[in-house]
């Protein structure tokens, strides 16, 4: 193995604790490139889960001990959450089934508080879950508008600062593309909603398992990510800044809780998932170093950051040799780059590029992931979409060997 891959052996090196990475699919190991649709599990989360149901399964809000123990769970969670985005407190955090179910909530208690006339903003780029809920609120009279992208996939910032206005209440922008591994200069996007007095809401689900987050400095009003992508349950999370989310007129039942962070957390959460979530952020923070735990999350996912930019620029390198292949999205010169690789075979439908794939033991996705936006644009809708792979601290360098090589066969 190169010495710079051997390097990272604390990260790579703990492959063991993932019980999954022991299949095999046709006699090869599985290779699981497949961590943008979501991340495998550790053990650590896995018995986090199991935890749950073993000592304090229970609803929530009694005067007994098992519900006691869920709620004191649930918040202990909040914390370590806002800890790994780093957030002021707990009460800046709110969990629901996922992030999409969560984003259009609030987009339905937003649309209840703008006005006919108001604008929002939302990009070209973005996961349809950050669109969708947002292109709805046409129907309430508010003016919607898109930013655009270039033709490499990257945000059309010209755009975004001959669109935003007086007017514009909200812009709604990815944190880093689920298709191309864009990332997109939030700072920038801050600045300029300031100078408007709009809200900002980024939606972090394609960032967060790959770079470490400061909420607080970025100055976003809401942001929004997912546990599974990061290694945990399928949990959806809401960072909310402190006194927005209490002044929006949530669609809420009247049995629930109407301060924030409760009043976006429609019906009984999952409870089990959630003590997961926390053994998520918990093992992340094994990968680093500090006294804080906050200090261990940030250095932990700034090393595995490293890992993951290395291999990913191995592929993207192997790829880009293979005579017909294109490679979709923006190149690996820069470190704003998130480990996602996407790209067309010419002569093959991209399904069938998954298909042969799968024969020789690789997970690789396949179509738009639901960012059908950008797929459209660039006219690769038509052709199936691409054929994407991602990066996540578990993948080895043996493994790109094996992805660079299985493509060239399939490419002949």
């Known amino acids: 193995m190169n010495n710079k891959f051997q390097d990272y052996k604390d990260v790579w090196g703990r492959r063991e604790e993932f019980p999954s990475l022991k299949r095999s699919q046709n006699g090869y190991p599985l290779a699981y490139f497949d961590g943008p649709g979501g991340t495998q599990v550790p053990q650590a989360v896995i018995d986090g889960v199991s935890h749950y149901y073993i000592t304090h399964n229970s609803n929530t809000h009694g005067f007994f001990i098992t519900t006691n123990e869920s709620d004191q769970m649930v918040e202990d969670t909040r914390e370590a959450v806002a800890t790994f985005l780093g957030a002021g407190s707990g009460k800046n955090i709110s969990f629901g089934h996922n992030m999409t179910t969560l984003n259009y909530t609030l987009s339905r208690a937003i649309g209840r508080f703008l006005q006919p006339g108001d604008e929002?903003?939302?990009?070209q780029l973005d996961h349809e879950a950050n669109r969708g809920p947002w292109l709805a609120l046409r129907e309430l009279g508010i003016e919607v508008r898109e930013i655009g992208i270039t033709p490499g996939g990257t945000l059309d910032y010209d755009d975004l600062r001959e669109k935003i206005n007086e007017n514009t209440r909200l812009v709604a922008a990815g944190f880093s593309s689920n298709a191309l591994g864009t990332v997109n200069d939030i700072a920038l996007l801050r600045k300029l909603t300031y100078e408007v007095?709009?809200?900002l809401l980024v939606d972090a689900v394609h960032y967060a398992p790959h770079f470490p987050l400061d909420v607080t400095s970025l100055g976003v009003d809401?942001?929004?990510?997912?546990?599974?992508?990061?290694?945990?349950?399928?949990?959806?999370?809401?960072?909310?800044?402190?006194?927005?989310?209490?002044?929006?007129?949530?669609?809420?039942?009247?049995?629930?809780?109407?301060s924030a962070p409760y009043c976006i957390e429609t019906g009984t959460l999952n409870h089990a998932a959630i003590e997961g979530v926390k053994a998520a952020v918990e093992y992340i923070a094994t990968f680093g170093k500090g006294g804080s735990l906050r200090e261990k999350i940030v250095t932990g996912m700034e090393r595995i950051r490293e890992y993951e930019h290395l291999l990913a620029r191995?592929?993207?390198a192997g790829l880009g040799e293979i005579p017909g292949l294109t490679l979709i999205g923006p190149s690996f010169e820069t470190e704003r780059r998130a480990p996602t690789v996407s790209f067309t075979l010419e002569g093959m439908d991209p399904i069938d590029?998954?298909?042969?794939?799968?024969?020789?033991?690789?997970?690789?996705?396949?179509g738009h992931f639901y960012a059908m936006r950008p797929i459209e644009l660039l006219g690769l809708?038509?052709?199936?979409?691409?054929?994407?792979?991602?990066?996540?601290?578990?993948?080895?360098?043996?493994?790109?060997?094996?992805?660079?090589?299985?493509?060239?066969e399939i490419a002949g």
């Not at 020789?360 to 396949?366: M, P, R, Y």
Request: one cysteine or more.
């Open 120 to 123: 929002i903003l939302v990009t």
């Open 197 to 199: 007095g709009a809200w």
């Open 222 to 258: 809401f942001l929004l990510c997912s546990a599974y992508k990061f290694y945990g349950p399928h949990v959806g999370i809401l960072y909310a800044k402190e006194g927005v989310l209490g002044q929006l007129p949530v669609y809420t039942l009247r049995s629930q809780e109407q």
């Open 314 to 316: 191995e592929i993207y």
């Open 353 to 366: 590029v998954c298909k042969e794939l799968n024969e020789k033991g690789i997970c690789a996705w396949d």
């Open 381 to 408: 809708m038509e052709r199936g979409g691409v054929t994407r792979v991602g990066v996540s601290l578990y993948n080895t360098m043996e493994e790109v060997e094996r992805l660079v090589s299985a493509v060239k």
